[in-house]
């Protein structure tokens, strides 16, 4: 418990910048998008190996994961965020993304 004399420093704040909070939540949000894209595309690649895909499904696919990729693009340009930043340190386990 702090006491009553105790001033809260900089450290000790939330930082409740509305920019700030929407960009979190943003990177949160492409974060998650971004290691599902990577998974879909993990199956996708599986599957073509496999000759599971008809030619029309494999272009489906193809085309999807590529719309896809370049909105991720998009929204992490608006956001001034690289790859890179949507990686969460989970500590000992590592990266929840792997780096490429």
Request: charged share 40%; hydrophobic share 35%.
């Amino acid at each position: 418990m702090t006491s009553p004399h105790h001033r809260p420093t900089r450290r000790d704040r939330l930082d409740l910048d509305p920019d700030t909070v929407e960009r979190d939540l943003v990177k949160l949000v492409l974060t998650v998008v971004e290691l599902l894209r990577q998974l879909m595309e993990r199956q996708a690649l599986r599957r073509f190996d496999e000759g599971d895909l008809s030619e029309e499904q494999e272009e489906r696919i193809g085309l999807t994961l590529m719309l896809l990729e370049e909105r991720m693009t998009e929204l992490r340009e608006r956001y001034g965020l690289r790859p890179e930043d949507l990686n969460l340190d989970l500590g000992p386990l590592g990266p929840l993304l792997p780096r490429k």
